[in-house]
T-cell receptor, first 116, second 114 residues
Framework: DTEVTQTPKHLVMGMTNKKSLKCEQH?????MYWYKQKAKKPPELMFV???????INESVPSRFSPECPNSSLLNLHLHALQPEDSALYLC???????????????FGPGTRLTVL | AQSVTQLGSHVSVSEGALVLLRCNYS??????LFWYVQYPNQGLQLLLK??????LVKGINGFEAEFKKSETSFHLTKPSAHMSDAAEYFC????????????FGQGTTLQVKP
């Protein structure tokens, strides 16, 4: 299985809602990533988990809260978001073992988030 | 620090014509370079990667790229464009750390005209 899955595919939420995005992979990868992507722009890295530990937080506002319950799952908890947070949220995974800098990231299809 | 510059935010070719998407990099260490494609409303898919094994890299869907150290370039080519190649293309370089962090270029939109 060489797939990264993300649910839901689309999400519409109000600024006072709490919601979660889910990402799953079964490739045995031990590094997982959250990105935010605006239209016609490259993905912006938000968080990196390596061996289930948060290794990078790119100064993301606290209204985004990542969680890595196990090596296959990655969640992004959302609370009190702003309209400017509307974007495509992408999850990716890679194998950090060995010569990690060679390893490409495998991306999921993304969750299209709209904040009203 | 590593960086990537993609020349041309929008490239338009006719079906059957050569595709050339340009990518130049800056890296303080031997670079590991990637080309990704993104179709509308989808995630990124790896086309090919350079990891110093060979300077000419062949990827999926008939794409290839040549690493030229003297020109700090990693341009993506395809001999004959198909309508299905219309998409957004991103060049990326690894930041050289053990997190596998990627530095992306700004992207190039490829339009294929019939």
């Amino acid at each position: 299985d060489t797939e990264v899955t993300q649910t839901p595919k689309h999400l519409v939420m109000g600024m006072t809602n709490k919601k979660s995005l889910k990402c799953e992979q079964h490739m045995g990868h031990r590094a997982m990533y959250w990105y935010k992507q605006k239209a016609k722009k490259p993905p912006e890295l938000m968080f990196v988990y390596s061996y289930e530990k948060l290794s990078i937080n790119e100064s993301v506002p606290s209204r985004f809260s990542p969680e890595c319950p196990n090596s296959s799952l990655l969640n992004l908890h959302l609370h009190a978001l702003q309209p400017e947070d509307s974007a495509l949220y992408l999850c990716a995974s890679s194998d950090p073992s060995g010569r990690v800098i060679y390893n490409e990231q495998f991306f999921g299809p993304g969750t299209r988030l709209t904040v009203l | 620090a590593q960086s990537v510059t993609q020349l041309g935010s929008h490239v338009s070719v006719s079906e059957g014509a050569l595709v050339l998407l340009r990518c130049n990099y800056s890296s303080s260490v031997p670079p590991y370079l990637f080309w990704y494609v993104q179709y509308p409303n989808q995630g990124l898919q790896l086309l090919l990667k350079y990891t110093s094994a060979a300077t000419l890299v062949k990827g999926i869907n008939g794409f290839e790229a040549e690493f030229k150290k003297s020109e700090t370039s990693f341009h993506l080519t395809k001999p004959s464009a198909h309508m299905s190649d219309a998409a957004e293309y991103f060049c990326a370089v690894s930041d050289g750390s053990n997190t596998g962090k990627l530095i992306f270029g700004q992207g190039t939109t490829l339009q294929v005209k019939p």
